[in-house]
C-alpha cells in the first residue's frame, strides 16, 4: 500500500490512448547542472552567464534562496542567467526561512554550503521535500563541526547554525547519492584542510565537473573525490545540456510505440547519467547518439531513438545509480517488453519526491500490468496497458511516465495530482503533444 497521497494540487493530465512520437525535440535545461551553475556562479568571484537554464519550480526556488541571501541574478531572456558572484564569503543572512519548494537537491547541498555561513539559516519545503531524509547530510556535516536541527526523524525543516568552524574530514558514504557528495565538497570549501568524499558507486558528477570549470581543484582518484577548503571560484559563461532525465520519457515513449522516430537535441550524455540508455540497449531499443560535443565540460549529443521490439531483462545492479531518476519511465518500457524485467538493489527509489516503487506498482496493477513491488525494487511482466486512472502522489517524474504509457494503451488513462511536472519540466504538455502524445490537461474538481 502507498501513503496517503499529499493532496498537493489540482491539475489532471487526460491521455488519449494510442499514437507515436515523430519529429525533433528539444528538453528543458539539465536540473542537476542549473541548480549548480546557480550555486557555484552566486559564490565566484565576478559574473556568471548562464545559457539554457531549467526554470523550473526546483531551479526557481534555489534562485529566490540566493536572491533572498543577496545575489543579484537578472533573467535577461528565457533560460538566461547574469548572476553576480559575491566570492565565497558574500552571501547575506536571509530575512526569513529559505523555501525550497520540492527541491531535494536544492535542500542537500544548500545544507552543505550554509554549514559554512557566518550566520544562521532555516531551509523548508513543501510536504513531500518535508518527509525526506535529510540525516543523511546532517550526520557527516556534523563530523566536520557543522551544528543543523532537524525533527526527530531527521527530516525538514533544518535550523542550520552559522558560525561554525569546519574541518575537512574522510567520509565514506553508505548510500550512493551525489546530493550528499555534493553537500560535503560543498560544506569543505568552507572548511580547513582537505575535504574527500568515497562513494559506494558511482554517482553524477556534475560537481566535480563545475568546480573544475570554476577554476577549483577537485582531484578524482580511485573513488574519492578531494579538494582543499579555502580556494577561489572564478565565475565564466557556461551552457546547460538538456537534462537526460527529462528526454528519458521521449526515449521511452519512442522505443515503445509503432511508428515512432524521433531526435531529441542538445541532451547531457555525461557518463554518470547513462544508465537509462544503457538498460533501454540491453532491452533491445535502438538509441543513436549523433553529433557529439561538448558544453563546457559536460558531453552533450542528439539523440536519435525508433520504435523497437524489447526484451525483458534483470537490470544490471552496477546500472541502478547511474539510472536513478529514469526508474519510473524504465518500468513502464519493461511493460512493453517481452517476458520478465526484475530491478534490485535500488532501495533509494523508496526516499524519491514520492515511494517510486510503492506509487509505480500500485498504478502498473491499476493499468493492468503485472507488477511486483519488492524491498528493493520490482519484477514486471510484459502486459497490455489497459487505461484508467492513476495518482502521482505529486511526483513529477510518475505523472511523465504514465502519460506516455498511453501510447501503447487500449483505453483513456488520467493521471490526478500533475502540478509537480512542473519541478522539472515546465513546458511537457506542449513538447509531448507537438510530439504525438494525445494529451490534455484539466483542473480537478476537488
Ligand atoms: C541529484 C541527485 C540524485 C537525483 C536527484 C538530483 C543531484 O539524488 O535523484 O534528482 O542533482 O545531485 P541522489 O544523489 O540523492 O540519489
Redesign the pocket.
Known sequence: MTEAPIDSGGLVFQLIPGGCLQGRIRPPGD??IS??ALMFGALAEGETRIEGFLEGEDTLATLAAFRAMGVEIGQPAAHELVIQGVGLHGLKAPNEPLYLGNS??AM??LSGLLSGQTFDSVLTGDPSLSRRPMGRVTVPLAKMGALIDSNEAGTPPLNIHGGRALTGCRHRLL????????CLLLAGLYATGQTSVQEPAV??D??ERMLQAFGYPVEVADGHISLQGGGRLRGGALQVPADI?SAAFFLVGAAISAGSELLIENVGVNPSRLGVIHILRLMGAEVEFRNPREFGREPVADLHVKASTLQGIRIPREQV?LA??EFPIIFIAAACAEGETVLEGAE?LRV?ESDRIAVMAEGLVELGISAQATEDGMIIQSGAFSGGRVHSHGDHRIAMAFAMAALVAKGPIVIDDCDNVATSFPDFVKLASAAGLRINTKASAG
Open positions: 536540473k542537476s541548480h549548480r531535494g537537491t542537500r547541498l548510500v550512493a547519492s551525489a546530493q550528499v557528495k555534493s554517482t553524477r556534475h560537481t532525465s545509480s536513478i531518476d533509494e524519491k
